[in-house]
């Protein structure tokens, strides 16, 4: 049994994280930490957890939570985790940061859009933990930094037509919808129920800060730069998020022959589903799954391929995706504790 430690285990994705493992066959969850709730059993901080779930809130201390485990997921806010993620990686613990403090290679691009990085050293050797086109180095890290729930969409969506080297010259265009989950569990007046319901509202238009996440992944697969144009949408929903992705082609092709494309591209993964002619994703068909389902048309008046990716981004997005990429670290199977059907309703 691999023994795993979660830091901040009390916020929306610390909380899928052990939903997620409690019932991980090859894992017991050894320590779990919170500032807010130190000192409580995790059950009554949620109460749908009870009986299943049996440990106590402690303090962050970095010794005591490498003392305990193996693995460690730190589910920090962003420049939060920069703090603590060498402590554990010195101590001996892999390391799977849910923040943004290692995704970008670059230090003064994080600085640009974050904050000052303390440790910039790990930057370069931190695997992107986006298993469908980083396997390979997500099985060999001790560090990865599990990618934002915007990124994931976009990048999943693009991939195919990166690699092969048909995307167009003009930038990609991104537009998502997420579920509220996607702020995080602090109190926000933007987040209240009656400041989100019966309304769907544009937030950060082209300066959200997950855009170089997105740029730096499709340019590495394209081998060239690539700009993109991200504006995301808050939705009126707890979870998931709804990608709508326009792309120009570097030279015309049918919608069949770019089905089988991506078909082909996304055929070993258990994880994306690519959709038939004529289907096209809903949230509620990957709600509660780690699941990443695409669509695709084609409009022949402009020639723009539109690319429809919809995820939860609590799982795939985050907590799911995370798990999948211990899995790999740890020598498990892939798909091992991440089994369960989409929550349909």
Avoid at 125 to 144: C, D, F, M, N
Avoid at 239 to 262: D, F, H, K
Avoid at 301 to 319: C, M, P, T, W
Wanted: aromatic share 6%; net charge negative; charged share 20%.
């Amino acid at each position: 049994m691999v023994k795993v430690g979660i830091v901040g285990a009390t916020g929306y994705t610390g909380a899928e994280l052990v939903r997620i493992l409690s019932h991980h066959p090859g894992v017991e969850i050894s320590v779990v930490t919170s500032e807010s709730y130190a000192g409580l059993q995790y059950w009554e901080v949620y109460p749908a957890l009870k009986n299943k779930v049996r440990i106590q809130c402690q303090p962050l201390d970095p010794e005591k939570v490498a003392g305990a485990a193996e693995v460690v997921f730190t589910a920090l806010p962003h420049s939060k985790s920069m703090a603590c993620v060498p402590l554990f990686l010195e101590l001996g613990c892999k390391v799977l940061d849910m923040s943004a403090d290692f995704r970008l290679k670059q230090k003064e691009l994080y600085e640009e859009w974050y904050a000052p990085h303390s440790a910039p050293e790990l930057l370069e050797v931190s695997a992107y933990g986006l298993p469908e086109l980083h396997r390979e180095e997500i099985t060999k890290a001790r560090l990865v930094a599990v990618p934002g729930c915007y990124p994931t969409s976009a990048i999943l969506g693009v991939a195919p037509l990166a690699k092969a080297g048909l995307l167009g010259p003009e930038p990609v265009i991104v537009n998502s919808a997420s579920g509220v989950t996607g702020a995080g569990r602090s109190l926000e007046l933007g987040s209240l129920f009656c400041e989100v319901n019966e309304g769907m509202k544009a937030y950060k238009v082209a300066q959200h800060r997950h855009t170089p996440e997105m740029e730096q992944e499709i340019s590495g697969l394209a081998g060239r730069e690539v700009r993109v144009t991200f504006v995301p949408h808050l939705l009126p929903l707890s979870r998931g998020i709804l990608s709508t992705i326009y792309v120009g082609l570097r030279e015309p092709m049918g919608e069949e022959e770019l089905l089988a494309e991506y078909a082909s591209f996304y055929e070993a993964e258990a994880f994306v589903r690519v959709l038939p002619k004529g289907r096209f994703p809903n949230l509620r068909d990957v709600r509660g799954s780690n699941f990443c389902d695409i669509g695709l048309r084609l409009d022949p008046r402009s020639g723009k391929l539109i690319v429809l990716v919809a995820i939860d981004n609590l799982l795939k997005g985050a907590s799911g995706q995370a798990v999948q990429c211990m899995n790999l670290m740890m020598g498990l199977p892939e798909v091992e504790g991440l089994g369960s059907p989409p929550l349909f309703l």
